[in-house]
């Protein structure tokens, strides 16, 4: 039985890895800050404290060691080196949670090659104001360069489900069966997706395996938000309004301003086989155009 630790475990794809971690018998504690309830109950050893504050985390773990440690909320470097620090001498895998948006916008399908976080400079101190994109770099390359166990970092694209709480396909369902405009500046854009079930599957296999390093995850096959229009529009027998430009409430969370893709080679060299986009996606779609409807 392995023992495991998942820092954001309560929602989406986060909870679907707990659970599968469960199902496989493994020893589970999760840790939040309590804004959402435990939804395990006593299946898991729940650790209620807030990761940055980083004494109170340790106090709380006492000397417990784990073969596995998850972490889906780590977003700004300062996080990073609290979390090598935290788990040095304690720690046989560190997985990650990292982002397509450590790559740019436009140009070929990326490859991990594209973004080398173990040679990515960092820089003497943290700046206070970070993007996103930008958080995730350099949180990847503090794991990556100072981390004394071994580390490997997810990089997921956009990752869809019917419990996706951002709610971005959602949004697009939403405003097309209720006459409503998005927003699209490039409908023709190649984006990168993945299952929520699929991101789970994937953060499991790299805690089992030997896999270091960055890893580019994402279901095989692209679609581009126009073709995510149509589909909707097919499924829910309601023509899209679609602009170009619109208020910022309208605007598509699929509205990037050019090819965003990621390449899996090195996951599938290594063994890991991704569902096709094409036998989830319109399923999703069906399934949320029916919820929709069934709205009271």
């Known amino acids: 039985m392995r023992k495991i630790i998942v820092l954001g475990g309560t929602r989406f794809f986060g909870r679907k ?59 700004l470097p300062q996080e990073a080196e609290e979390a090598v620090k935290l788990f040095a001498g304690r720690c046989g895998k560190y997985v990650v949670t990292s982002t397509l948006s450590v790559y740019p916008f ?21 700046p206070a104001d970070i993007n996103y994109g930008e958080g995730k770099r350099l949180v990847e390359a503090v794991l990556l360069q100072k981390a004394p166990f071994p580390v490997a970092a997810a990089r997921f694209p956009i990752v869809l489900g019917t419990e996706d709480y951002t709610r971005r396909l959602h949004f697009h369902v939403e405003h097309i069966m209720r006459g409503q405009p998005i ?18 599957e994937f953060l499991d296999w790299l805690g089992r395996s030997s896999a ?33 430009e619109t208020d910022e409430a309208d605007s598509s969370p699929f509205g990037v301003p050019g090819a965003w893709q990621m390449d899996t080679a090195k996951a599938e060299a290594d063994g890991f086989v991704f569902r096709e986009l094409n036998d989830w996606l319109p399923q999703l779609i069906g399934q949320l155009v029916h919820e929709e409807r069934t709205q009271p």
């Open 17 to 75: 890895l707990v659970d599968r971690l469960l199902e496989a018998g493994d020893e589970v504690t999760i840790v939040t800050r309590g804004g959402l309830p435990n939804p395990f109950g006593d299946r898991v050893k729940h650790i209620q404290a807030d990761r940055n504050d980083s004494a109170a985390l340790q106090a709380a773990m006492g000397d417990e060691a784990y073969d596995v440690v998850y972490d889906n909320i780590c977003y």
């Open 183 to 200: 927003g699209i500046p490039v409908p023709d854009a190649p984006l990168s997706f993945i299952l929520a079930d699929e991101a789970a």
């Open 212 to 244: 270091e390093g960055s890893y580019n995850a994402c279901s095989a096959g692209d679609i581009t938000p126009g073709e995510i229009v149509k589909l909707i529009e097919q499924a829910a027998g309601k023509e899209a309004v679609v602009r170009h």
């Open 106 to 126: 436009g140009g070929p399908r990326n490859t991990e090659a594209m973004f080398d976080a173990r040679r990515y400079e960092l820089p003497v101190s943290y």
